[in-house]
């Protein structure tokens, strides 16, 4: 489903990947793990279309989307719920989540499901349902951007740190959300620093070392045969 060639990012002078060729099959969850600075939000901001890359190509669905800007990857069926949790803070919850359904605006009686589907996979939300985005704890905010790129309907998901800053009961739940999407067919690219977890529900892992794979396998091989530590510390 998507397919990553020889991918280099840069910042100015500095360079986010150099060179990342990363595979993910259609219904697959597939786990990016690496140090801080390795580049995986920069990998996954450049799927997205938010980064411009400098080298190599980025194929999806059998089409090259290298240099397609973020509303094309969207309407392609390529969600990013990126590491910043950057809801509407003036909007409500309900508010948000429609937005996410943007690229299909028309779409009212398919939205008004959808909205009762997240309310469904993410009770906290329908508790909050008039609540200004903002003014939601962490957790709530992470469930909130996960549900409204879901509205989006995508093919594929992007996930950054889903659990990053939260309470361990919170980030339990998050990964029951995520198994539970992965089981209903949704294709899956997930950035976690917590390599255990990620690696208990992922089906390949790829670990990044200073812009480049240093380690790609089935998740049950990487999880066995790496040192853990050096997936988190890259030494
Ligand atoms: N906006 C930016 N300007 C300049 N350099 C950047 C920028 N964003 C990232 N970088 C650099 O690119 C490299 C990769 O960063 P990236 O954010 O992709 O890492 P990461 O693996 O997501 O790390 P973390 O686990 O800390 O989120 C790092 O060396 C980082 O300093
Ligand atoms: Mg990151």
């Known amino acids: 489903m998507l397919k990553i060639d020889n991918l280099g990012v840069k910042y100015g002078a500095v360079s986010g990947v150099k060179k990342i060729d990363l595979l993910v099959n259609q219904g697959e969850l597939v786990a990016l793990l690496g140090a801080n600075g390795a580049g995986k939000s920069t990998t996954l901001l450049a799927v997205a279309g938010a980064l411009k890359c400098d080298q190599g190509s980025i194929v999806f669905n059998g089409q090259d989307i290298t240099l397609y800007p973020p509303e094309k990857t969207i309407r392609m069926g390529i969600a990013m719920v990126p590491e910043t949790r ?101 294709t899956i690219l997930l950035v976690e620093q917590n390599a255990v977890k990620a690696l208990q529900l992922a089906d390949r892992a790829y670990v990044l070392s200073l812009g480049t794979v240093a380690t790609a396998g089935p998740a049950k091989d990487i999880a066995s045969n790496s040192d853990l530590a050096s997936i988190y510390f890259g030494n």
């Open 86 to 186: 950057d809801v509407f803070p003036d909007l409500t919850t309900h508010e948000n989540l429609k937005l996410g359904a943007f690229i299909r605006s028309r779409d009212k009686v398919g939205i008004e499901q959808d909205l009762e589907k997240m309310y469904g996979l993410f009770p906290i939300l329908k508790d909050r349902v008039n609540q200004s985005a903002g003014t939601l704890s962490g957790g709530e905010q992470q469930q909130l951007v996960i549900a409204r790129a879901l509205m989006s309907r995508p093919k594929l998901l992007l996930l950054d740190e889903p659990s990053l800053g939260l309470a361990p009961a919170i980030v339990d739940h998050i990964f029951e959300l995520i198994l539970h999407l992965k089981n209903q067919g949704l």
